[in-house]
Structures are given as C-alpha cells and as structure tokens.
C-alpha cells in the first residue's frame, strides 16, 4: 500500500462558524437556534455557550497563519446565515458579509482553497419561529440565502458543502432533542429529512445556474451500523433502522431517487410532484464525516425501536466513541458498491483527545497522532487495494472549539486553545500532520 498521493488529492482541515467565531451578536448578526439553545441553562454541559468561543471573528489572521503553517491545500469553514441575514429572509448585512469577504481573500493570498458550507446547522432563530425545517417554506429561505452566497463569493469560492450532517440535524435536534432546536418528534424528524433533501437538489440545481466551475456536494454522517447482539433479530432490525435514519434516508434519495422501503410511509405525506427527480442532486462529490462505528439494539422506550449501544471493549476517545479504523473502509467500500462508486471526500475525521500543555507549553496528544495516521491508513487502503474513488480528507478540527451539547469540555483540534487567553498552541498531531501533507506531495 501506497501513501503517495496524486497532485489532484485535497488535504485540508476544518471548522464551523458557530463553534469557532464567537462574537454572536456582534456587527448586526441575528440569535441562531443555537444561540438560543446554548442560552437556555441546563441544555449544555456547564452551560457553556457559543458567545466567544475561540474568537475566530476577531483573530483571523492569527488562524489563516496556523493554517498556512499546516501546509494544507484548503481549508473547510462554515459561513454563519445570521451574520448575512438576521432575520433569515430580508435585508443583507453588510458588515457580516464583509467578514466573510477579508477571510476570503485572506486564505487565497495565502494559496490556501476555502471550502465554505452553507449550512452547519445554525439556522436563523426567526425561520425556527417559523417552523425552521419542518417547514417546507425552507426551501425558498434557503434559496435566498444562497443567492446571497453566490453573489457576494462566487467569484472566489469555488467548493462548497450544502448542508453539514443532516442526520445530526434531524436525529439529534428533531427527534431526541438533544441539540438545537431540542424538539422531539418522530413526525418533525421525518419532515425535516425530506425539507434536508429537497433543499440539497435544489440548491444545487440554482447554484449551478449562478456559478460557473463550481464543486458542489453536502456532507454526511457515515459509518457502519452493527447489532449488539448478532445473535438477536431484534437488534439486526434495530441496526437496519438505526442505518436507515442516519444514512439512507439521505444518501438513497440522493444516488437512486427513492426513500428505503421501511422509511417511506413516514415521508410520503411530505413528498410533492417532482420532489424525488429534484432529489437526485448529481452533485460532484459525496462528501463523508466519520469518526467511529456504531452499536445499536433494540428498544421499545424509543419510538423508532432503537437505540444506541455500547461498543465491545476496546479503545476509545475522551468522548466515549469507539476507535475502529478498519470501519472507515467498510464504510468507503460499502458507498462504492452501493453507490457506484461516487467520488467521495472526507470532510471530517478526527479525535477527542481532551491533553492540556506540559510543563514546556507542548501538547503531546500522542494518541491523536496514532488516530490520525491509522485512519488515513485506511483511506489509502481503500483508495489503493479497493478502487474506492476518493479526492481528499480534511482533518476535524483546526483548533479545539464549543463542542455543542458538550460545550469546552471536549478537545478535537489539532491547535489547542486557552478558553481564558484565547492563546493558541500547535499540538504534536499538527506537527505530525504537516509533515504528512509534505511527505505525500
């Protein structure tokens, strides 16, 4: 196996604007849901919130400088639709769009290619009002959002992610409730899947009409779904609804036009003349988050019969979540056979490891580096021994950040931050990453 990579291979790595900028009300930007959810005690750990967070907003040449010291090709951020639009719909802001428009310019000064995503699910706390994305008038909210986008950055910004993790958006923030907006509701999770869908076709179809060489995909959640007990067909049917709400409600719609047969009676009251056509997006690559697998078994306290649990021994990270990277190339195998064989990028793949400075300021996150180098490992067995068709990997995250429902507590960057000072502090997995980019050129 090779780990030599074509010139055409993207690395890169990534944030999100509601974890990384702060500043949540600064310059005319509007309360998103996630505003909203992190202000209301008792929904975050600590009753943290996103109001400075690593003050990205106002320290971003400090961060465009770690990311050219990196030495990746691009690098993956979220634009924050309440800092354009307050209100959701309406009048621009103009400050906010200017924002975006200095990191912009100010990462291709620096050779460095923004991959921007749309939506990272900080909707406008004014179109949650309005029913946020059960609401089948999303579509032309996001539309005009996206007009906007294209006007103000199209003749820059080439990559872009629709929409970020709709089965986070959907499970956890509709179903569960456990993150923004916090409802639970198998009926508002079912409708906000297909809203997710419809918006993904047809964004894409408008910003190929507005853009010319445009590289357009969404990203999503993606990773192998096992039984607790395979023994059990109660858990094997729990997996199979477990994978289905998490994956193919999106990804079989978007490759063959059609919901899984288990799924449609939930979205059929949702689905109008068309919608389906519209779904099947033809976007340019198939973007994938992964991190770990999943153990699921049945449970008839949950609605949908399922829930999650606990993964055999084995290691695990900060977080909790299972190390396999052997199931990153099952679940990049498993998109090539089901999918025929769609370019796939790895939008995000990283680790919770929560290392703080030694006594010398160095972070000697030994055991990220370990992740990191196992799972691009497997990416490249994919690629090389398996004919998976892949075209980067973008490494989660830049700089620890506001972990959502875990608030700080929780470290996935590859830059430590000081939450107090704000001081940002190059760990041992950045240096080892940098020197993986340069050794694979």
């Known amino acids: 196996m090779t780990n030599n990579t074509s010139p055409s291979f993207i690395w890169g790595t990534a944030t999100a604007a509601f974890q990384i900028e702060g500043a949540w009300n600064a310059d005319g930007k509007g309360p998103s849901i996630w505003d909203t959810f992190s202000h209301t005690p008792g929904n975050v750990k600590n009753n943290d919130n996103g109001d400075v967070a690593c003050d990205h907003y106002n320290r971003v040449d400090e961060d465009v400088a770690l990311i050219k010291n990196l030495g990746v090709d691009a690098y993956r951020m979220s634009i924050s639709w309440t800092r354009l639009l307050p209100e959701g719909t309406g009048q621009l802001n103009q400050k906010g769009a200017d924002f975006y428009n200095r990191l912009f310019d100010k990462l291709l000064e620096k050779n460095i290619t923004p991959w921007a995503t749309l939506y990272h699910w900080d909707l406008p706390q004014a179109l949650q009002d309005k029913g946020g994305w059960t609401n089948r008038d999303i579509t032309g909210w996001f539309e005009e959002y996206t007009d906007h986008v294209c006007r103000l950055y199209g003749d820059r910004v080439k990559n872009y992610i629709i929409i970020n993790e709709p089965s986070i958006i959907t499970y956890l923030g509709h179903y569960l409730g456990i993150f923004a907006p916090g409802i639970k509701s198998l009926d508002a999770m079912y409708a906000s899947q297909h809203h997710i869908n419809l918006v993904n076709g047809l964004v894409t179809q408008q910003m190929r009409g507005l853009l010319k060489d445009t590289n357009l995909g969404s990203s999503y959640t993606y990773f192998p779904m096992y039984p607790k007990d395979p023994s059990k067909p109660e858990d094997v049917r729990a997996a ?104 796939v990028c790895i939008t995000e793949n990283g680790m919770c490891e929560n290392s703080e400075p030694d006594a010398k300021g160095v972070v000697n996150d030994d055991r990220r580096v370990g992740y990191l180098k196992d799972y691009t490992d497997a990416m490249f067995d994919a690629r090389d021994n398996h004919g998976c068709n892949l075209q980067g990997y973008f490494v989660w995250s830049l700089m620890d950040n506001f972990e959502w429902a875990e608030g700080y507590g929780m470290r996935f960057g590859i830059v430590h931050m000081d939450y107090q000072t704000l001081k940002r502090t190059p760990k041992k997995s950045y240096d080892w990453y940098k020197s993986k980019i340069a050794e694979s050129r």
């Open 240 to 343: 199979q609804i477990m994978d289905e709400t998490w994956q193919r409600n999106f990804a079989d719609p978007l490759f063959k036009g059609v919901y899984p047969a288990n799924t449609l009676p939930h979205v059929e009251k949702y689905i109008k003349d068309g919608d389906m056509k519209t779904i099947v997006a033809n976007q340019d690559y198939f973007g994938i988050n992964h991190y770990n697998s999943n153990y699921v078994r049945a449970d008839d306290s949950h609605p949908l019969g399922a829930s999650n649990a606990e993964a055999p021994p084995g290691p695990r990270t900060d977080i909790g979540w299972n190390i396999s990277p052997a199931d990153l190339k099952v679940a990049l195998i498993e998109i090539k056979e089901k999918y025929g064989n769609p370019v």
